[in-house]
């Protein structure tokens, strides 16, 4: 089982290779969209080289919560309502959905996960 510092070597190559960013912007608060620029075709590359490095199986429905944010159920007027807030809750545990749920805009979903919601996502595979 690797440590959290190897973690975070390890994704922090993977994002300068997949999205060529500088090696001091990969941080942990840094978001993988907004501050990193990935795109969603980037995304395909970053998970396949994620199963490869550590050995998992990363099921999409895990990091990309399109079946709760396109669902009436839990989306209503471009917003996500609680029932949908503590659905990505329980789907997403290792991302701080606290900021989000204050003005939780479906089109502000995708700039939410960090770097080190992405390490604690794979920390939780690898354990």
């Keep these: 089982m690797p440590t959290s510092d190897e973690i975070f070597d390890s994704v922090k190559e993977i994002l300068i290779d997949a999205l060529a960013c500088d090696d001091d912007e990969v941080t942990s608060d840094a978001t993988l969209v907004g501050d990193l620029g990935?795109?969603?075709?980037?995304?395909?590359?970053?998970v396949f080289n994620l199963e490869q490095n550590f050995s998992i199986e990363i099921p999409r429905s895990e990091l990309f919560p399109e079946d709760i944010l396109t669902n009436d159920e839990f989306v209503s007027d471009g917003n996500v309502t609680e029932a949908g807030l503590a659905a990505l809750g329980e789907r997403m545990p290792f991302i701080d959905l606290s900021t989000f749920s204050s003005n939780p805009r479906v089109q502000d979903f995708g700039n939410l996960m960090t770097v080190g919601d992405l390490c604690k996502y794979i920390e939780g595979k690898t354990s």
């Design 38 to 46: 990935a795109e969603s075709i980037d995304f395909l590359d970053i």
